[in-house]
């Protein structure tokens, strides 16, 4: 069955740096394209980052520049590299496969 197992995140001070990792399994990956979603307190669930199948990326405009998607075919996993972080960051973030495939999430807080 499909899995999507999360790792990374925490907790860091504005201006800092986390990643985060899935590692997927349970279908062919290469297949696919994935993404990242986070939830913050009272908020509703939105798109951060997408990488297709071919590796193109796509970014919501409050993390462009900031934040990098990548994929490893290989290991099956995808990342979320998160730089220049900001208290808005703080989040429960979840890598996410169509049609309603989703990691277990990770609690990511920016603060001093």
């Known amino acids: 069955q499909v899995q999507l197992v999360q790792s990374g995140g925490g907790l860091v001070q504005p201006g800092g740096s986390l990643r985060l990792s899935c590692a997927a399994s349970g279908f062919p990956f290469t297949n696919y394209a994935m993404s990242w979603y986070r939830q913050a307190p009272g908020k509703e669930r939105e798109v951060v980052a997408a990488v297709t199948s071919g590796g193109r990326t796509n970014y919501a405009d409050s993390v462009k520049g900031r934040f990098t998607i990548s994929r490893d075919n290989v290991q099956n996993t995808i990342h979320l590299q998160m730089n220049s972080l900001k208290p808005e960051d703080t989040a429960v973030y979840y890598c996410?496969?169509?049609?309603?495939?989703w990691g277990q999430g990770t609690q990511v807080t920016v603060s001093s």
């Open positions: 996410y496969r169509n049609p309603n495939y």
